[in-house]
């Protein structure tokens, strides 16, 4: 799922579109297990955001910044 850190970034990418917002925090809860986000796929420092693998790491008290 392409997730985007700015509005311009999601024009980039889609054109003239409806969006949303919301935390970091909350995407990581609200991504369905098995589903990683792209964040800003045409960005210049693209990164895969995978949910599971954070909350893991939360989970054995290991900081992720």
Do not use: I, N, Q
């Not at 970091?24 to 792209?38: I, T, W």
């Amino acid at each position: 799922m392409p997730v985007f850190t700015s509005v311009e970034g999601l024009a980039r990418f889609a054109g003239a579109c409806g969006w949303a917002s919301t935390t970091v925090e909350d995407l990581v809860g609200l991504l369905p297990e098995g589903v990683r986000a792209l964040v800003d796929p045409l960005g210049e420092r693209p990164f895969l955001l995978d949910a599971e693998v954070l909350r893991a790491a939360e989970a054995a008290g290991v900081g992720v910044e």
